[in-house]
C-alpha cells in the first residue's frame, strides 16, 4: 500500500483535459510544498514533469500543471495528446524517518 | 545538467548480493544527491536511500537498513547500491536518480534503470 493515494486510471480524448488527483497528509502533502510528479512510459524511466507542487523543468510541455489544496495535490494535463499516454507517480516530501519521500501507487492515463 | 548511466542487467539466486553502478557525467562538480529508487514488475516506485557524491554520505529507508549499502567511488563520479541476501521479492528494476542539491525533494534526471532478477 503506497503512502500517497491516486486513482488507478483515468481516461480522455485528445484535446480534452484531465486531472490526476494525490492524496496524502499533514505529514507530508497538507504540511509541505514539496510535491513532484513524474510521468512514465513502459519500458523507461521515470521523467520529472513538476516540482515543488506547480513548478515545470525546463522542456515541459506548458500543457502540464500542478497545483494543491489541503492534503490534495493535482496534476492537470490539458490539451491531451496521444503520447500523454503514461504512468504518472506523485511524490512528497515526509516527515517520516522510515523514507526521504513517498510515492503514490501511479495512475495510467489512457488516451482514447 | 548530469546524465547517469546505469550498469547493465543482473540475475542472482535467493541469499546472494547485487552491486548496481550508476555512472554520473556533465556537472560533476555540485555535490549532488544520487537516490535508489525500486520498481517490482507491474508496481510502482519504492525509494530505497540516497548518497551524497562528493563527501559520501548516506540515509537509507528504514525498510532496507542493514540490507543495503551505497558508496561511490573515489573520483565521486559513481555511485554503487549493494543490495545483500537477496529474496524473490527483490526482483525489480533499480532506478538511480539525481537530486541536485539539499532542501530539494525531486529527482531528475534519472538513470535508464537496471533489472535484477533473484531466481532460484
Known amino acids: 500500500q503506497s503512502a500517497l493515494t491516486q486513482p488507478a486510471s483515468v481516461s480522455g480524448s485528445p484535446g480534452q483535459s484531465i486531472t490526476i488527483s494525490c492524496t496524502g497528509t499533514n505529514s507530508d502533502v497538507d504540511g509541505y510544498n514539496y510535491v513532484s510528479w513524474y510521468q512514465q512510459h513502459p519500458g523507461k524511466a521515470p521523467k520529472l514533469m513538476i516540482y515543488?507542487?506547480?513548478n515545470r523543468p525546463s522542456g515541459v510541455s506548458h500543457r502540464f500543471s500542478g497545483s494543491k489544496s489541503g492534503n490534495t495535490a493535482s496534476l492537470t494535463i490539458s490539451g491531451l495528446q496521444a503520447e500523454d499516454e503514461a504512468d504518472y507517480y506523485c511524490s512528497s516530501y515526509t516527515t517520516s524517518s522510515a523514507v526521504f519521500v513517498v510515492f503514490g501507487g501511479g495512475t495510467k492515463l489512457t488516451v482514447l | 545538467q548530469v546524465q547517469l548511466v546505469q550498469s547493465g542487467a543482473e540475475v542472482k539466486k535467493p541469499g546472494a548480493s547485487v552491486r548496481v553502478s550508476c555512472k554520473a557525467s556533465g556537472n560533476t562538480f555540485t555535490d549532488y544527491y544520487i537516490h535508489w529508487v525500486r520498481q517490482a514488475p507491474g508496481q510502482g516506485l519504492e525509494w530505497m536511500g540516497w548518497i551524497t557524491l562528493k563527501s559520501g554520505g548516506t540515509y537509507y529507508a528504514q525498510k532496507f537498513q542493514g540490507r543495503v549499502t551505497m558508496t561511490r567511488d573515489t573520483s565521486g563520479s559513481t555511485a554503487y547500491m549493494e543490495l545483500n541476501r537477496l529474496r524473490s521479492d527483490d526482483t525489480a528494476v533499480y532506478y538511480c536518480?539525481?537530486?541536485f542539491g539539499s532542501g530539494l525533494y525531486w529527482f531528475d534526471p534519472w538513470g535508464q534503470g537496471t533489472l535484477v532478477t533473484v531466481s532460484s
Open positions: 515543488d507542487v506547480s
Open positions: 536518480a539525481s537530486q
